[in-house]
Nanobody
Framework: QVQLVESGGGLVQAGDSLRLSCATS????????MGWFRQAPGKGREFVAA????????NFADSVKGRFTISRDNAKNTVNLQMNSLKPEDTAVYYC????????????????????WGQGTQVTVSS
């Protein structure tokens, strides 16, 4: 059984930084791309960032490009999302997700590509 547990959320002011982490277990972590998604109140879940199984390829939503970075540590089975220059519109519940299949170099952006999800961690950015 795959388990993903996010941590690192909180309440910050605009311009601050936060680092989210996602610890995984239950499947060979290094075989799968990992993604971060978020859901703001009253909105659907949206793609934020993703990283390939090796860490060599990444993909970002336009809204976070240049402010967020994603990294992974295959030895520790963790994926991180470094969020800088946070804005009030970044306020959301952030979810990490694991790809459903091995993809050679591809970094999927769609929810349907991921079959395992964490419970989410709240990020609130005040103005």
């Amino acid at each position: 059984q795959v388990q993903l547990v996010e941590s690192g959320g909180g309440l910050v002011q605009a311009g601050d930084s936060l680092r989210l982490s996602c610890a995984t277990s239950g499947r060979t972590f290094s075989n799968y791309a990992m993604g971060w998604f978020r859901q703001a109140p009253g909105k659907g879940r949206e793609f934020v960032a993703a990283i390939s199984w090796s860490g060599s390829s990444t993909n970002f939503a336009d809204s976070v490009k240049g402010r967020f970075t994603i990294s992974r540590d295959n030895a520790k089975n963790t994926v991180n999302l470094q969020m800088n220059s946070l804005k009030p519109e970044d306020t959301a519940v952030y979810y990490c997700a694991q790809d459903r299949v091995y993809r050679r170099g591809a970094v999927p952006r769609t929810e349907g590509a991921y079959d395992s999800w964490g419970q989410g961690t709240q990020v609130t950015v005040s103005s």
